[in-house]
Every structure is written in structure tokens, then in C-alpha cells.
């Protein structure tokens, strides 16, 4: 959410509204509307404020906002009038994602609170209204305040370092709706994109998406599979990515911090209009992203949180030697290391008993979370962080050429499972911590039809648990995180399952799907013996083990 506040107050209270409900510089002023306002104006939430047919009640609601000012004889020097807009991105302005007028009001109301400008303060509320009159010229859904900063009792409010305060405002906004976090903005969730990595992919017609979204994507998928720092490490380097440590200052013993980079892919050199000559085909430099630039969850410090015997000695030997191995590698070497593509084969696959299994881990989940409050956001988020790796971990097996649904539900369940500073960390209890296992299945997907009937199973359960996390999002007042969680799990995954199950039956000596996916019993192709899972170890899935 964009806060913008006006580089210069105002003294004109009756102008300023004959403008917001006014057709606008551009006529793209429509339906004008308050969407909230102070009690003491006695305008009720919705009433309509459209200057060509009612410009008296305009004139007048101006007017009595600025009554009592006029009455006590009070200037403001600099102006008393404050002008605050808020806008959510074109992408968020669509019908399906803009916020409903009850939260716009809501979030006009959070900023009035956490301004001071109301009574709650302790101090005599300021008069405000808030106006809604349709989309800007860029398409960006938003709302304009207005607040009188002299208060009901004549002293004036303060809004000393408005702009940092309301950027933290507006951070809060995003996350209590789900809202994409401005770019640059600390502690806001997920961080945006820059102009300069947006124009790098419209530049270069072999990128899918931006480098920064398929790192996020990639480290994710490693982490979620990962069982120790070391074994994250050199799954980093299995799915087309180049690790880098930041050790501490002065002692390469300790690692702090980490960066990545996509590996570079030689074969796809990039040529624009501008280059020309022996200039053509020149390569971009590759983009270096810390941890916690991708997600604040993907710091090497969060990351530890879900590896307990980081901290052991031996633990801490084994992630410094594959962080000095990888330092040692170098950066620069195109022949180092896996491009970025589809993940490395692991060296052992898994039968469809061990897909079941997997099923059933994410079961457990969802009847450990059915008993959880949606208010323990902790738990939640550290299911929702989990079941992102599970479906990135996938994404990275079948769809690492380009980004599909599961890399789709992975980004969006990423998105839903962040937390503030504020707020307990998300956390990783009893069967959360058996996803570890399933994101170590789904790095052994085939695209081949013998792991289909396998595949359906775990997508089916993998559904019904974006669906839990969905309502939990819901019965917290998290509309857009629901509605976007709504979109992967009945739109781009439900497309794939049936896909998948179109596959499977035309697919010969497998069994047909029955009603309920989770039925179906897996019967391997003729000739080919049904596969017995590994023992449990360090390279294999361990469910039920805590």
C-alpha cells in the first residue's frame, strides 16, 4: 500500500473537497463517496459526495470541518489542512482483489488511531473525512484523507516525521490485509520490485519472471528440504543456484550471511536496441540478493531457527566446509556448478508407497492445525512457510523451465507466511515438521507417468491444506492473503490435478482415479516391480520422526 502525503499542507478545507468530489483532472473522478469520517461530522460511512448532483452538501461538509477553527479565531502557520492518500498497485486494484469499501474504512481508521488524530490519544479528536472516487489515471484503486489538524479544543496535533510514521502505518496495513509490501520498505513482508529488475526481464525474452522471485523460490525450495545448513548449502547449488557466505569481519570462521545468484545460462545472451556491433549479445552481470532481501524468513538467522543442531560443533563444521567450498569455487565460472534450470536428478527415487506416505504427513498436518487457533499466528505461519517449500521443492523438479502452478501456490503461501517484528516468530510443532520430509519427496518428482498416481494423491492433500490455511487467513480478517490463497488452490492447482488425473488414466496399467483422490490405490506399469522406499537416513524422507 502507497501512502502519500501531501509535500505541502493546505488552508482551504471547502476547495480540497470540491476537488475530491469533483470529475478530476482527467474525468476519472466516479461514484464519490465517503468512505468514513469523523463522529463529530455526523456523515454515516458510503454517503455520496459527488459535486454535479448535490454541490451544496460538498460546500457545507467542508465547511463543517473547518467550523469550530473559524469560531476560536485559530491559524496554523504552514496550513491546517492535511492530506494523506492511500493507493493499492494496479494489480491490486482489480475487482476480484481491491479492498471493499468496510476496509478501506477500516484501514482510514487505523491510520487516524495510530496518527493520534482521534480522541484515543487522550487529547480532543481532530475532524476528518476520508473519500473514495474511483480509480487513478494509472489504474491504482485509492482513497484520499483530509484532517483538520486543529483539534475540537483548538491545540493542533502533531505530525512531526509524518512520513516515516506513516510508512510503518502502511506496512501494518499490508499485512493485516495481505497487501504486496511497497518496495524498500522494512519490515513489510514480502519486499517488491525495483524498476531496474522489471526492465531486465522485458529486455531479455528467455526470463520468465524476475531473478529475484525465482531465487526467492529456489532458496526456498532448498531450505524446505534441507535438514541441516550444511545440506542447504549443496541443495542451493542442485537447483541452479551459486551461494556465496558473508563471513563475520575479521574471522572466516563464522558465517553470517549468505547471497545468491542465478547461475548464468551462456546460450541466452541478451540484445537490446542500444547494443550494436561487437556490443551484441553482451551478457547482463548476474544479480547478487542477500537472504533477506529475497524474504525476511530466508535469512541465514531464520533459517538456523529450523535446523536444532545448528549450533552443535559438528554441525557447524559441516556448513563452513560447503561455505569455504563454495567460496573457493569462485563466482565467475560458467562451467561451475548446475545452470539454472530444471533441479538436479536426485541420486535415489521414491516409490508410490513413499508419495502415500508423504500424503499422509500433510494429513496430520491439517488435523494438528484443525485444533489450532487461527489467532496463533506463530503455528500458522510456521505450517504455511512449510507447505511453501513442500510446493517450491516441486516446482523446482517440474516446472524449473517456467514457473507453473505449484511455483504460483509456493509464492503465494511464501507471501501469507511472513510475520512482523512485532510478532512471535513462526515456529514448527509436532507434524508441521514432517513437511521436511514431503519437500524431500517432491525433489524426487518425475515427470513420467509412473509417478502420476503418487503425485495426485499428495497434490490432493497438498489442497485441502491451502484451503485450511486459507480460512485461517479469512477468520483473521486477511481478505487478500484468502483470496489469493483462494486462486491457487480452486484455479491453477485444480487445473493441474485434473491434468494430472486426464494423465493418468489414459496412461496404460495404472489404476483410474476414483471419487476421492486420496483413494486411489497405486499399481505400477507391467514389468516394473513396485519400488521398495530407502531406510531412513540423512538422503531420505523421515515421517513421523519429529
Request: one cysteine or more; glycine letters at 10%; hydrophobic letters at 40%.
Amino acid at each position: 500500500m502507497i501512502a502519500k502525503v501531501s509535500p505541502q499542507r493546505g488552508d482551504n478545507t471547502v476547495g480540497l473537497l470540491l476537488y475530491l468530489a469533483g470529475p478530476g483532472r482527467h474525468n476519472e473522478h466516479v461514484n464519490q463517496r465517503v468512505i468514513a469520517a469523523a463522529d463529530t461530522l455526523g456523515v454515516d460511512d458510503g454517503t455520496p459526495l459527488d459535486l454535479a448532483t448535490n454541490r451544496a452538501a460538498v460546500v457545507e461538509l467542508g465547511q463543517a470541518m473547518d467550523s469550530h477553527r473559524r469560531a476560536m479565531g485559530v491559524e496554523m502557520r504552514g496550513g491546517h489542512v492535511w492530506h494523506l492518500s492511500l493507493s493499492l498497485s494496479a494489480k491490486e486494484s482489480t475487482d476480484e482483489r481491491k479492498l471493499s469499501d468496510e476496509q478501506w474504512a477500516q484501514a482510514v481508521r487505523y491510520v487516524v488511531e495510530k496518527m493520534a488524530f482521534d480522541d484515543d490519544s487522550g487529547r480532543a479528536p481532530c475532524r476528518w473525512v476520508a473519500v473514495h472516487h474511483g480509480k487513478s489515471v494509472n489504474g491504482n484503486e485509492h482513497v484520499h484523507l483530509a484532517v483538520n489538524l486543529v483539534r475540537e479544543d483548538g491545540t493542533f496535533a502533531s505530525i512531526f516525521r509524518d512520513r516515516v510514521r506513516m510508512s510503518t502505518i502502511a506496512a501494518d496495513l499490508e499485512r493485516r490485509f495481505g497487501l504486496q509490501a511497497v518496495p524498500g520498505r522494512k519490515g513489510g513482508g514480502m519486499p517488491g520490485l525495483s524498476r531496474s529488475e522489471i526492465e531486465r526481464v522485458k529486455r531479455d525474452p528467455t526470463k520468465a519472471e524476475p531473478d529475484r522471485i525465482r531465487l526467492a523460490r529456489a532458496v526456498r525450495a532448498a531450505a524446505g528440504a534441507a535438514s541441516s545448513e550444511a545440506d542447504f548449502v549443496q541443495r542451493l547449488r542442485g537447483v541452479g543456484v551459486i551461494p556465496r557466505p558473508r563471513y563475520e569481519k575479521g574471522d572466516r570462521t563464522k558465517v553470517v550471511g549468505y547471497s545468491v545468484a542465478l547461475h548464468p545460462d551462456s546460450k541466452h545472451p541478451v540484445k537490446t536496441a542500444q547494443q550494436a556491433g561487437p556490443k551484441a549479445g553482451k551478457t547482463e552481470p548476474m544479480l547478487w540478493f542477500g537472504g533477506g532481501r529475497l524474504a525476511p524468513d530466508l535469512s541465514l538467522t531464520r533459517l538456523r531457527e529450523q535446523w536444532p543442531d545448528w549450533e552443535t560443533e559438528s554441525e557447524q563444521r559441516a556448513a563452513l566446509n560447503e561455505w569455504d567450498r563454495t567460496a573457493a569455487r569462485g563466482t565467475m565460472s560458467r562451467t561451475e556448478g548446475k545452470p539454472a534450470g530444471r533441479a538436479r536428478r536426485p541420486s535415489r527415487t521414491y516409490g508410490p508407497q513413499v508419495w502415500q506416505e508423504a500424503a499422509q504427513a500433510v494429513g496430520r498436518v491439517r488435523q494438528q492445525l484443525a485444533a489450532i487457533a487461527p489467532e496463533d499466528t506463530a503455528l500458522w505461519a510456521g505450517a504455511a512457510r512449510e507447505v511453501a517449500g513442500v510446493l517450491a521443492a516441486w516446482s523446482a523438479q517440474l516446472e524449473a523451465d517456467r514457473p507453473g502452478p505449484l511455483a504460483a501456490a509456493a509464492d503465494a503461501l511464501a507471501r501469507s507466511a511472513q510475520t512482523t517484528r512485532a510478532q512471535p516468530r513462526a515456529r514448527r510443532e509436532g507434524s508441521i515438521r514432517d513437511l521436511r520430509g514431503v519437500a524431500m519427496v517432491c525433489f524426487a518428482a518425475s515427470n513420467g507417468d509412473r509417478g502420476i498416481t503418487g503425485q495426485l494423491v499428495l497434490l490432493q492433500q497438498m489442497i485441502r491444506m491451502i484451503e485450511a490455511l486459507q480460512e485461517a487467513h479469512r477468520a483473521r480478517g486477511q481478505a487478500q492473503h484468502a483470496m489469493a490463497l483462494a486462486r491457487v488452490s480452486r484455479g491453477e492447482l485444480t487445473d493441474l490435478q485434473s491434468s494430472l488425473a486426464a494423465r493418468l488414466a489414459a496412461a496404460p496399467g495404472t489404476a483410474r482415479p476414483g471419487p476421492s483422490a486420496g483413494s486411489i490405490t497405486p499399481i505400477p506399469a507391467p514389468g516394473r516391480p513396485p519400488h521398495t522406499p530407502p531406510a531412513p537416513g540423512r538422503g531420505g524422507p523421515e515421517f513421523g520422526r519429529g
